[in-house]
């Protein structure tokens, strides 16, 4: 039988901080959302079936009104669920000590009952009723409220967060240990103790010739140091260390890997940076990583053909099912803009798809008719462009001005969901400066992606390089659970964030 430290660091490992479930990471705290969140619908519903025989309604036990009612309530709880991830209500950030977070939980009942409500009308039976669903509304409002304040006064930090030991002292184990820092305060499991200085013979070959590895200007060394490669067993034991980072750059030295391996039996578990950087922050540090790390890696979204069939599917039923009802808002667009501003208010531009092959992609114009006249290609300024017309800033802001693609999703050419297709030129130019840009062409482009969900609108070599790592994450992680949410963080950008 295991000792219980044993078994503690066993449950403190990686895999009982983050769980992995369809290429989505799940956090500790939304598995307590969850949990806690699924004993309020319960409680809610109870409440509300009692509270109905003050008006006359039959007492019925709990579980059989489950029986009865069991699409009502799936459904009821389904569009809560839908409202309150749209409204960000589970977003590990959130303090729900204090009153506006309440705020988003009673919004997203209130939409929640709105739907059941417009469900109730169109099919009657099988519901409880308008009276039954308002009560349930109320009393999910309070208990949700509830649940979620108790939660957040009792377990405001993790009570046995991983103990992390970092091996390395430069740019990427400060990366590291920012990362630890800001996940920790969002209610994540993660402690650094300590560096340990790479020995003095490490090999030094750079992963990336865009950075060094030396701390950014104006950082403080590492600290504590809590000494050398050849004292990690030891300070893995004195200090109880679950996870072990090595943040080092280069292929690693026989006497630094022979050391890991005895930390490794020791109990610790062994990552690498960008691994653990990729699992914790959902994207890949592309000037961390080398082409093994790569070859290693997952498979490329589009080798699989099973994978890639069932893609092209549900490309093509979604983009049918928004492409249909899109038609009229269009129209009227394309009318606005030909109203405000001479020439076609269908813009044809050439842009680089699958494999870099060149195809043409369609918008509603937002600049005008000779924005490039003068200038060339340069990067849009977002919403500060002054080529923009009036009108082109709102269809920017409301992403009517991509509907269009809808048909480029259809003809094949793009995808619903993948890397935003670039133009040729920059390409040229951002192939030269960023570091593995070239595998985003592995896939097809999309009308929608990790990036776009997770990210500003940029127009630097800087926001190029950050836009990069999430589609380098989603190019190897996409799987119908992760394609699934980026839609949703779609509708969820729509609703809450400008556009450019």
């Known amino acids: 039988m295991a000792a219980p430290q044993e078994r503690r660091r066993r449950d403190a490992l990686p895999g009982g901080c983050l769980v992995s479930l369809f290429g989505i990471v799940y956090k500790r705290r939304h598995l307590q959302y969850a949990v806690t969140d699924a004993y309020a619908y319960l409680i809610a519903l109870e409440v509300a079936f009692q509270l109905s025989r003050f008006w006359g309604a039959p007492s019925r036990h709990f579980w059989d009104v489950l029986r009865q009612y069991t699409s009502a309530s799936l459904f009821m709880v389904s569009a809560t669920v839908l409202m309150l991830y749209l409204l960000d209500g589970f977003q590990r950030a959130n303090d729900y000590r204090k009153v506006f ?41 309070l208990t949700l409220s509830a649940t979620r304040f108790l939660l957040c006064w009792l377990n405001p930090n993790p009570a046995f967060p991983t103990r992390t030991l970092v091996v390395g002292s430069g740019r990427a184990a400060w990366i590291v240990d920012r990362l630890a820092r800001e996940e920790s305060s969002q209610g994540s499991v993660y402690h650094v103790v300590g560096f340990i200085t790479p020995p003095n013979g490490h090999p030094r070959r750079r992963r990336s010739d865009h950075v060094a590895d030396d701390l950014p200007e104006g950082v403080s060394p590492l600290s504590p140091v809590l000494g050398e490669v ?12 679950d996870l072990i980072v090595v943040a080092v750059r280069g292929v690693l030295s026989g006497d630094l890997t022979g050391t890991l391996l005895e930390c490794k039996t020791k109990g610790a578990a062994i990552e690498e940076m960008p691994t653990f950087y990729k699992r914790l922050a959902g994207k890949v540090p592309v000037l961390h990583v080398s082409d093994c790390w790569f070859v290693y890696g997952p498979m490329f979204m589009r080798k699989s053909r099973m994978a890639a069939g069932l893609r092209r599917l549900a490309d093509v039923a979604f983009a049918l099912a928004l492409g249909l009802p899109a038609l009229p808002v269009v129209a009227l667009a394309a009318l606005v803009i030909r109203l405000e501003s001479r020439g076609s208010p269908l ?7 699958r494999d870099q092959l060149p195809f043409p992609i369609y918008k509603l ?14 990067w849009s300024q977002g919403s500060q462009d002054p080529r923009v017309t009036r009108v082109g800033g709102f269809l920017r802001r409301t992403r ?11 003809t094949g050419d793009m995808s619903l969901v993948g890397p935003r297709p670039e133009r040729e030129h920059f390409v040229k130019l951002l192939k030269e400066k960023v570091p593995f840009y070239a595998l985003r062409f592995a ?10 969900v997770n990210y500003r609108y940029g127009n630097t070599d800087e926001d190029a390089i950050e836009k990069l790592r999430f589609e380098l994450y989603e190019i190897q992680e996409l799987t119908p659970a992760l394609y699934l949410l980026i839609l949703l963080k779609t509708v969820q950008t729509v609703l809450m964030r400008a556009g450019s």
């Open 365 to 378: 114009r937002t600049m005008r008719q000779d924005a490039e006249a003068k200038t060339g290609a340069v």
């Open 443 to 452: 896939v097809k482009p999309g009308l929608t992606g990790w990036a776009q």
């Open 101 to 141: 977070n309440h705020l988003r939980l009673w919004a997203a009942v209130a939409g929640g009952q709105v739907l059941a409500l417009v469900a109730y009308g169109l099919l009657p039976h099988g519901w409880w009723g308008p009276a039954i669903g308002l009560a349930t509304g109320l009393s999910l409002a």
């Open 400 to 410: 009517i001005d991509e509907l269009p693609q809808l048909y480029n999703v259809l």
């Open 230 to 241: 050849a004292d990690l067993p030891g300070i893995v034991s004195a200090q109880r260390i």
């Open 347 to 353: 813009y044809v531009q050439e842009r680089l798809g």
